[in-house]
């Protein structure tokens, strides 16, 4: 079984949408972040949380927002869905005393 | 500021050599290696800290000059299993997990 899941896996979606993305992890993590993906950008942090109360805005939180559920539940939300927010999203975790972030699988998000 | 990494691209023979450096313009505390192989999420490698000694991994090893802000990943007598997109991330004090990745560099291991 995955430990941290990501859905949906692809989703495509038009200009003004709101669209939420779901990761869960099974491992017991403390720490959940929100990354995502271009072509030649590498993977940029969106948003992070330690616990369940400590949310942090990463470098490019604009036009997106979090939902920190419970220590197994983070959500990423684009409020109104724009063409330029097309790219994949990863979730990863890593614990409280450690380095190493796992990550999910990611999910294939296209705005038209 | 996201880190910058070289080459942006590399494409080796199998058995031959090749480096990727990351260099930040920010005081580090650590850097994080990972790969991601095409279609995949990415996989932790290995973390180098501030004041620690150059890692390995298999044929995979990593150094971390402190003064230059500087990391370099080695991998030596490289396989085809060694090719996807290397990523570094760097982890700044008291910012716990918090990574800040460079763009990556993609490497392709040719039979």
């Known amino acids: 079984d995955a430990d941290v899941t990501q859905t949906p896996r692809n989703r495509i979606t038009k200009t003004g949408k709101r669209i939420m993305l779901e990761c869960s992890q099974t491992?017991?993590?403390?720490?959940m972040y929100w990354y995502r993906q271009d072509p030649g950008l590498g993977l940029r942090l969106i948003y992070y949380?330690?616990?369940?109360?400590?949310?942090n805005k990463g470098e490019i939180s604009d036009g997106y927002s979090v939902s920190r559920q419970a220590q197994a539940k983070f959500s990423l939300s684009l409020e109104s869905a724009i063409p330029n927010q097309t790219a994949l999203y990863f979730c990863?975790?890593?614990?409280?005393?450690?380095?190493?972030?796992?990550f999910g699988p990611g999910t294939r998000l296209t705005v038209l | 500021q996201q880190p910058v990494q070289s080459p942006q691209a590399v494409i080796l023979r199998e058995g031959e050599d090749a480096v990727i450096n990351c260099s930040s313009s920010?005081?580090?505390?650590?850097v994080h290696w990972y790969r991601q192989k095409h279609g995949e999420a990415p996989v932790f490698l290995m973390i180098?800290?501030?004041?620690?000694e150059q890692k390995g991994h298999e044929k995979i090893s990593a150094s971390f000059n402190e003064k230059k802000q500087q990391s370099s990943l080695y991998l030596t007598a490289s396989q085809l299993s060694y090719s996807g997109t290397y990523f570094c991330?760097?982890?700044?004090?008291?910012?716990?997990?918090?990574?800040?990745f460079g763009q990556g560099t993609e490497l392709s291991v040719k039979p």
């Open positions: 990863a975790t890593s614990p409280r005393f450690g380095n190493e972030q796992f």
């Open positions: 491992k017991g993590h403390d720490r």
């Open positions: 949380s330690f616990d369940v109360k400590d949310i």
């Open positions: 920010k005081a580090l505390y650590s």
């Open positions: 180098l800290l501030k004041g620690g």
């Open positions: 991330g760097t982890g700044a004090y008291n910012q716990g997990g918090k990574l800040i």
